[in-house]
């Protein structure tokens, strides 16, 4: 399986076939990789098993669960079948719906504690339980402020109508919790995994990492081959998402450089330190891009080009906006741009 991979000069995935839906392939002593599909352009997540023993029981510890549809549903029931034992803990990286989508049907299947931090999990019950009334115009203020035609603005409306938002991809999520903090130790098998928290992509995102098989498992905050998405959306227009990732991204260099890492898509790979860098190196490319091109005044929608090279659907539009607005609020945070609203309604940012 390529354990002995050590070439850090660039990220290498292991050597091992990637698994079928629903499927597991050995990846370590007592870890599975398990991978569902996802119906986006990224058609697939994966999911890591580890074997585990709670209260003398001998089972599985399952790191995310796949997005909540059913085809999910039918994959992980084919698969309980010949696992043959139980699912012991549901450990969820972070709120997103291919991480938490299925984890209350696993909870409620198996009985078995459901493992987030706090405020991942808050958020996830926040936002699957949907607008619960409350107006909508400043959903609508932000896709101005973004300087996305009126349009957009109107079929995003009428798709909000419609919608009843993210819990259409996320069965209901169990009413407890177990919290998982920075610095915390879960105990799963004989391997103590450390929590480390990563932020930016989702506000508080476990990645757990185990220092006797240098082993770490990253989830969406460090992935090989794509970088996770870094936006800022309306519940918090003023976040600064990029400012917390870049600031959670260097402690990980302090791990050994042979870790394997396991990330929730693509393959798991070797390089975490040169990743890291890449990943730092990637932000700091599109923030010089953007420092150029905001010498004369530029809305968000106007700066896609500077960070996408190719063409956008609508639903990328979205996340590729979201983007493009972390990118201008570090800059505007870091007092090196305006942010002022033009006759449109529009952000503008000019460099200083
Ligand atoms: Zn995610």
Redesign the pocket.
């Known amino acids: 399986m390529g354990t002995n991979a050590t070439n850090t000069q660039q990220v290498t995935f292991i050597d091992a076939e990637i698994p079928h839906a629903g499927k597991l392939q050995k990846v370590a002593t007592g870890i599975y990789w398990l991978r569902m599909p996802l119906p986006f352009d990224l058609d697939h997540i994966n999911l890591y098993l580890l074997e585990d023993n709670q209260n003398g029981q001998e089972g599985y510890a399952l790191i995310d669960t796949g997005f909540g549809s059913e085809k999910t549903q039918l994959l992980w029931e084919q698969l309980l079948e010949v696992l043959a034992k139980p699912i012991t803990k549901v450990i969820v990286t ?1 709120l ?1 719906p291919d ?1 938490i989508g299925m984890a209350g049907y696993l909870v409620d299947k198996f009985r078995a504690p459901l493992y987030m931090s706090q405020t991942e999990y808050f958020t996830a019950r926040a936002l699957s339980a949907g607008a619960c009334g409350a107006s909508d115009w400043q959903d609508e203020q932000y896709l101005v402020r973004c300087g996305l035609s009126e349009e957009y603005v109107q079929t995003a409306r009428n798709k909000r109508k419609q919608n009843s938002g993210m819990g259409q991809a996320i069965r209901p999520i169990p009413l407890q919790f177990y919290r998982l903090q920075e610095g915390d130790k879960i105990r799963i098998g004989g391997r103590d995994w450390q929590v480390y928290i990563g932020r930016g ?2 506000p508080e995102h476990v990645c757990l990492f185990n220092n006797e098989s240098n082993i770490l498992i990253s989830g ?1 905050h460090i992935l090989p081959g794509i970088t ?1 998405n870094i936006g800022v959306y309306s519940t918090e227009p003023d976040a600064n998402s990029l400012q917390l990732y870049l600031d959670t991204l260097p402690q990980f260099t302090g791990l050994p450089e042979n870790t394997l890492v396991l990330p929730a898509h693509r393959q798991p790979f070797y390089g975490l330190h040169v990743r890291i860098n890449e990943l730092i190196g990637h932000h700091h490319e599109h923030l010089d891009n953007l420092r150029d091109f905001c010498k004369s005044g530029k809305t968000i929608e106007q700066c896609l080009p500077v960070l996408f090279k190719r063409k956008l659907s609508p639903q990328n539009m979205f996340f590729a906006v979201a983007e493009a607005y972390s990118h201008l609020n570090y800059l505007y945070f870091a007092g090196e741009c305006s942010r002022k609203i033009n006759a449109q309604g529009h952000f503008v940012f000019t460099l200083e």
Do not use: T
Request: aromatic content about 0%; glycine content about 0%; hydrophobic content about 0%.
């Open positions: 972070h997103h991480h992509h989702s969406d996770p």
